[in-house]
């Protein structure tokens, strides 16, 4: 007898035009998300973020680390970067989220929210170092937030909740027409792990 499996969610669009995100819920266990979590807290040689608003240099309270190929290079507020070597863990997860994105990734930008009041403001992928329509594949680890989309023109919004553990794809023209950002909240005191895979240009 034919039946409806209610239990399997396929992949929807959460955008209603212009782009693609896909929200694939949590793609590890939570003790394993935990566990990665602590691991990438103590390896990872943690710096803060600089960058320039309003023509001022601010320095974020949230930490940020990049790794990626070698040969990899990222010119950005000013200054030319090169990616630190991938970690055993961060193989790891990269061939997890290759898998179930259906893409491969050469560079990995790594933020630490300490707490809820860290978050990141809005703006778009788009740079000219990142390959034009690639697919940018988030996998979150620790505190649940909130992460929001608004189209740059009709100013549509969309919010999705980011669980421990899962895994959002941004992908075709998203970064294009659409920002997204990581408000701040005073609901979340837990720290959070974001790793936004990437594919950059040579
Ligand atoms: O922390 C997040 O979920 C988003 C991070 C992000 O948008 C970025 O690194 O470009
Ligand atoms: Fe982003």
């Known amino acids: 007898m034919a039946r409806v499996d209610f239990f399997q969610t396929p992949d929807l669009n959460l955008l209603p035009r212009d782009g693609t995100v896909i929200y694939h819920g949590p793609i590890l266990g939570e003790v394993l998300a935990r566990d990665h979590l602590e691991g990438l807290q103590t390896e990872v040689p943690w710096q803060r973020d600089e960058l320039v608003m309003f023509g001022k240099r601010v320095v974020t309270s949230r930490e ?4 990626g190929d070698p040969g990899l290079a990222y010119t950005y507020s000013g200054s030319t970067k090169q990616p630190m070597p991938w970690s055993e863990r961060l193989l790891q997860l990269k061939a997890l989220v290759e898998q179930r994105s259906g893409t491969v990734f050469n560079s990995c930008l790594v933020n630490f929210y300490h707490k809820g009041e860290e978050g990141m403001g809005w ?5 000219k170092s990142i390959e034009r329509d690639s697919a940018i594949a988030s996998l979150s680890l620790g505190a649940e937030r909130r992460f929001d ?15 421990n553990g899962s895994l959002l794809v941004m992908q075709g023209e998203t970064q294009r027409h659409w920002q997204h950002q990581l408000p701040p909240t005073k609901k979340v005191s837990a720290a959070r792990i974001n790793l936004t895979f990437r594919r950059m240009a040579r």
């Open 123 to 127: 703006h778009s992928d788009d740079e």
């Open 149 to 163: 989309f608004r189209h740059k023109e009709t100013r549509e919004k969309v919010e999705v909740m980011l669980e």
């Open 64 to 67: 940020v680390a990049w790794f």
